[in-house]
């Protein structure tokens, strides 16, 4: 921060001496007064843009985290157990990465009204009324990572 501070003031010196070797070269060589004003309008532009990148630019800071999980292992009894067919269990999956029912359709190559028809299999078969809970009890039944 003491640097982008420095540089600032640096260059803006530098502007002011700049300004000043003009205001000279107006008085003596009696410049018009619209170069002055773009010159003096330029100079501050620039300076405006290169401190507003500086000053507002992200500071972007990469974390690497490391997990130590084991493997998802679907629990197969658990699945019998229910009865989901291998479809309402693909489609139960999808649902649980938040995907719509569109989207899903789009992925698995069905349409939406057989998307529907899954998801209410799902929720008979898991004892569910919404997604979040046929999710949270296919979870628990460790049907769905």
């Known amino acids: ?3 982008t501070i420095l540089i600032y003031g640096l260059s803006l010196a530098a502007l002011i001496m700049l300004l000043k070797v003009l205001q000279y070269k107006y008085m003596l060589m009696d410049l018009s007064i619209e170069v002055y004003i773009g010159v003096i309008a330029a ?4 300076t405006g843009v290169w401190a507003g990148s500086k000053l507002i630019s992200p500071k972007i800071k990469t974390v690497v985290v490391e997990t130590l999980s084991t493997p998802f292992i679907i629990n197969e009894e658990a699945v019998k157990s229910t009865g989901l067919s291998q479809r309402e269990l693909e489609v139960l999956q999808l ?4 995907f719509s029912n569109q989207e899903i359709a789009d992925k698995i190559f069905v349409s939406v009204s057989t998307v529907k028809s899954h998801a209410a299999g799902i929720f ?3 004892d569910a009324k919404r997604r979040t ?8 039944l460790k049907i769905i990572g």
Not at 95 to 98: F, I, L, N, S
Not at 133 to 140: D, H, P, R, T, W
């Open 1 to 3: 921060m003491k640097k």
């Open 43 to 46: 100079l501050f532009t620039i």
């Open 95 to 98: 649902m649980a990465a938040g």
């Open 124 to 126: 008979l078969k898991l």
């Open 133 to 140: 809970q046929a999710i949270l009890k296919a979870k628990e």
